[in-house]
């Protein structure tokens, strides 16, 4: 029983017992045939020293008997050497396989236990290698995950930390009398709502889109149109901070296969950081055209500009280059990180461009024409 368990528990044990199978088919097989043969070749023999041996009948059948009793002493010699032989291989190969299997098992373990910075060592280039490293892999992204899943949580921490404080203090104003409860206050209370409430919905939707759960319903449109409603839409904003918008849009603009309102968003989320981060008197332009087998949108505008060192970094969560400047205009550092997603939603790339701080910043999606989902 304890043997039969411990068989089908270890590797080491079943590469024993296969090894010691092939051996025990390998002797029974070499001693059947020796006993097969062994009579009929020892009667030529005995046949052809005939000569020498004179006609004995006895003296023949006695050296055939011996003869015999020495191929069955040599046979078993023999077999009990290829089964030591045996034991002693397999031992050194099983242990060689299963050294390395049960160290991924044991370091498995350990990150299960919350210990991402596990490792194995790569040993070898065989098919033990190639897995060994796989699961270093795995066991890299696991911790990658995990890093961005503290950081993540931190981050929303120190969003929610700075207008949760704003409200509590004037609260504790009205409370104390030193804050009049006039309109003003009220109103600096609500924008502080509002804040929250919109990082509340970035929160839900970065949360969609890096689960890779965007549903998009494609439709056949326009792209010079969703450029002109979003621009319609920011229109008013643009006009109170005295910034130009300048459309620069071809009359052959073809249709894309996309959903309407996640491009808008794109475009809002681009044209809206334009604006945000450019002084008034300066200009924005949307630009689109096809180039290739892509459509592409470009918005410049002639604002602050992003300095090479942050040019990398911008499209990552709450990343921002100026954090007071950009929780001014009510930002999170998310946007950019969702437009990213949508657009890769899309099958298209998302970059930026700026020469420097002060050098105003491009920004640049495209759209593939040739999609496989294209009906066009
Ligand atoms: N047009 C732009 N000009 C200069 N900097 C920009 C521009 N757009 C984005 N950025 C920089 O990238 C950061 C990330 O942008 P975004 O994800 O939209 O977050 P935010 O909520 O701060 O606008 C911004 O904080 C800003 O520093
Ligand atoms: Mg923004």
Do not use: C
């Not at 024993?16 to 001693?31: C, D, E, P, R, S």
């Not at 450019?278 to 949307?286: E, I």
């Not at 550092?333 to 700026?354: C, F, N, P, Q, Y």
């Amino acid at each position: 029983m304890r043997l039969l368990t411990l068989l089908r528990r270890r590797l080491g044990w079943k590469l024993f017992l296969a090894h010691l199978v092939i051996v025990l088919i390998g002797v029974t097989v070499l001693a059947t045939t020796a006993e097969y043969h062994a009579p009929s070749a020892l009667a030529k023999h005995i046949a052809q020293m005939r000569a020498i041996l004179g006609d004995d009948p006895a003296l023949v059948a006695d050296l055939h008997d011996n003869f015999l009793a020495a191929v069955h002493e040599v046979l078993l010699f023999a077999a009990g050497a290829a089964i030591v032989a045996a034991v002693i291989v397999s031992t050194f190969t099983a242990r060689r396989i299963v050294a390395p299997v049960r160290a991924m098992m044991e370091a498995s373990q350990r990150i299960a236990a919350g210990d991402y910075r596990e490792r194995v060592r790569v040993t070898s280039e065989d098919e033990l290698g190639t897995l060994a490293q796989a699961f270093n892999r795995m066991a890299e992204t696991l911790e990658r995950t995990e890093q961005r899943r503290l950081e993540l949580i931190g981050n929303v921490a120190h969003e929610l930390r700075t207008p949760l404080s704003s409200i509590k203090s004037i609260m504790e104003g009205l409370i104390d009398g030193v804050l009049p409860p006039e309109p003003a206050t009220f109103l600096d209370v609500q924008r502080e709502v509002a804040r929250l409430q919109r990082l509340v919905q970035d929160l839900e939707e970065l949360s969609r889109a890096e689960a890779g759960q965007i549903a998009l319903h494609r439709q056949y449109v326009s792209l010079a149109d969703l450029i002109r409603s979003a621009a319609a839409r920011l229109e008013p904003q643009f006009e109170d901070k005295s910034v130009n918008l300048h459309l620069v849009l071809p009359e052959d603009l073809p249709k894309v296969w996309v959903d309407p309102s996640r491009v808008t968003q794109v475009l809002l989320n681009l044209m809206g950081n334009a604006l945000q981060y450019t002084s008034p008197g300066g200009t924005v332009w949307v630009r689109a055209r096809v180039q290739e087998d892509e459509a592409v949108v470009e918005v410049q505008d002639t604002g602050i500009g992003i300095s090479p060192e942050h040019l990398p970094h911008i499209f990552e969560r709450f990343y921002r280059v100026d954090k007071s400047r950009s929780r001014a205009g009510g930002g999170s550092g998310i946007g950019l990180t969702i437009a990213k997603h949508l657009v890769k939603a899309h099958d298209g790339r998302i970059w930026a461009e700026s020469l420097g701080p002060g050098q105003g910043s491009t920004f640049t999606f495209t759209i593939p024409l040739s999609s496989s989902s294209n009906p066009a």
